[in-house]
C-alpha cells in the first residue's frame, strides 16, 4: 500500500474528467485497510470512497484522500441442488464477475451483464437492468467500519433497498468501506424474460427454450446497440433515475402525451422512462460545448473530451428544468456529483 501525492483520477472515472486528487491509494487487501486506518488517515480529514468511476461526476479537485478497492477474486461459500452462495470482492469488475458466474452456469445476474463498475459499488447503487436488480440475488454485505475500525456484515435485510437506493447512501455513507458482497445464485434457472426487449429479440431470433447465457448475450447486444462505449466517449452510463409519480399525475401527463412509456410501481405509482421524457423536450443528440446528450439514448450525457465537470452539471440542470416545465416531473441524477 502506498499513498501517492496530487494524483488525476481521469484514468479512474468514466466521464474522462480531470480532477486531481490531494491524495490516492489503492487497497488489495483487509489489512491494508486496517493498516490505514491505524495511520489516522481517516480522521477528520475528507475521503472519498472511489469504486470503478462508472458513476461519479468529478467536478472539481478533490482536497483530501480517494480510497478505491482493488481486491480481487471470488469464493464458492456454499452450494446445494438449487444454489451456489458466493462472494465476491468489492474490487472485482462487474462485468467479468457475472460472465465469470455465467460461464460456471451460476444464473440471477444474467439481465446485469455489461454493466460498468466493481461488485461493490453493485451493493451501494443496488444496480438493476432488464427486470432485475443486485439485491433479488444479494444475502449480505461485508465492510470494515471507519467508526470502529472493525470488520463487519450486514444482512439484506438492513440494507434498506430501493431503486438505486440503500443505506449506503444514507445511515453508511462515508461510515463503510465494502470489502465484499455475498449473492445466492441459482443452479435450476428461472428466466427474468419479462423485459420488452429481451421478449422481442427472444422472438426475432427464434429462441425458445434460453439458457443463462442467452439471456447474458442478448442482454450486452440490446446494451451495445443503444449505449455508447466509455472506451470511445465520456460517459456515466444512465445518468437520471426514473422518475415514479402518482397514477393522478400519469394520467394527466398521459393525456397531453399518449406515446408515453411507463411501467408499474409500489403503491399504485408509475415510473416513467427518464429517456424518453428528455427526448420529448428536444434533448437527444444535442451538443453543448465540450459536452452533449447520447445521440442514441437521451439518458446518457456524454463528454466529448477537453471538457470540465461542470459542464455536465450545467447541462444536466437545463434538462432538469426543461422536464418539469413539459411534465411537471423532476428528474434526480443517478450519477454522485463530487
Same mark, same amino acid.
Given at each position: 500500500? +502506498? %499513498?501517492?501525492?496530487?494524483?488525476?483520477?481521469? !484514468? +479512474?472515472?468514466?466521464?474522462?474528467? *480531470?480532477?486531481?486528487?490531494?491524495?490516492?491509494?489503492?487497497? *488489495? *487487501?483487509?489489512q491494508d485497510l486496517?493498516?490505514?486506518?491505524?495511520? @489516522?488517515?481517516?480522521?477528520?480529514?475528507p475521503y472519498?470512497?472511489?469504486? @470503478?468511476?462508472s458513476n461519479v461526476l468529478f467536478t472539481k479537485n478533490f482536497d483530501g484522500l480517494v480510497v478505491r478497492m482493488i481486491n480481487q477474486g471470488f469464493e464458492l461459500l456454499s452450494e446445494d441442488e438449487?444454489?451456489?452462495?458466493?462472494? /465476491?470482492a468489492a474490487g472485482e469488475n462487474w462485468e467479468d464477475f457475472v460472465d465469470k458466474m455465467v460461464d460456471l452456469s451460476y444464473g440471477g445476474i444474467e439481465n446485469l451483464a455489461l454493466i460498468p463498475g466493481l461488485c461493490g459499488s453493485s451493493a451501494v447503487q443496488n444496480i438493476g437492468a432488464y427486470g432485475v436488480e443486485i439485491c433479488d440475488?444479494?444475502?449480505?454485505? +461485508?465492510?470494515? =467500519?471507519?467508526?470502529?475500525?472493525?470488520? *463487519?456484515?450486514?444482512e439484506k435485510e438492513a440494507c434498506n433497498y430501493g431503486y438505486r437506493d440503500s443505506i449506503f447512501k444514507h445511515e453508511l455513507k462515508n461510515r463503510?468501506?465494502?470489502?465484499? /458482497?455475498?449473492?445466492?445464485?441459482?443452479?435450476k434457472h428461472q428466466l427474468n424474460t419479462s423485459y420488452g426487449a429481451i421478449s422481442n429479440e427472444l422472438t426475432r431470433k427464434g429462441i425458445v427454450n434460453p439458457t443463462i447465457y442467452d439471456i447474458s448475450e442478448l442482454v450486452k447486444e440490446i446494451?451495445?446497440?443503444?449505449? !455508447? =462505449? /466509455?472506451?470511445? %466517449? @465520456?460517459?456515466?452510463?444512465?445518468f437520471f433515475k426514473n422518475p415514479i409519480v402518482s397514477q393522478e399525475h400519469y394520467n394527466k401527463v398521459k393525456e397531453k402525451f399518449p406515446q408515453l412509456?411507463?411501467? !408499474?410501481?409500489e403503491n399504485n405509482q408509475e415510473k416513467l422512462a427518464a429517456g424518453q421524457l428528455i427526448e420529448l423536450c428536444g434533448w437527444k443528440g444535442k451538443q453543448v460545448g465540450n459536452v452533449g446528450v447520447h445521440a442514441k439514448q437521451a439518458l446518457i450525457l456524454v463528454h466529448f473530451g477537453n471538457g470540465e465537470g461542470k459542464e455536465i452539471v450545467d447541462l444536466s440542470n437545463a434538462i432538469i428544468a426543461d422536464v418539469w416545465e413539459t411534465f411537471g416531473v423532476k428528474l434526480s441524477p443517478e450519477v454522485i456529483f463530487i
Open positions: 500500500m +502506498h %499513498i501517492l501525492e496530487n494524483y488525476n483520477l481521469k !484514468p +479512474h472515472n468514466t466521464f474522462g474528467f *480531470s480532477a486531481i486528487a490531494k491524495q490516492y491509494v489503492e487497497i *488489495s *487487501s483487509k486496517l493498516e490505514l486506518w491505524q495511520t @489516522g488517515a481517516f480522521t477528520n480529514k472519498f470512497i472511489l469504486g @470503478g468511476g438449487s444454489m451456489a452462495t458466493i462472494s /465476491v440475488r444479494l444475502l449480505s454485505v +461485508h465492510y470494515f =467500519d471507519l467508526e470502529t475500525g472493525q470488520f *463487519s456484515v450486514i463503510v468501506i465494502i470489502t465484499n /458482497v455475498v449473492l445466492q445464485l441459482t443452479k446494451r451495445q446497440s443503444k449505449l !455508447p =462505449d /466509455v472506451k470511445e %466517449i @465520456g460517459n456515466g452510463g444512465s412509456i411507463s411501467y !408499474p410501481a
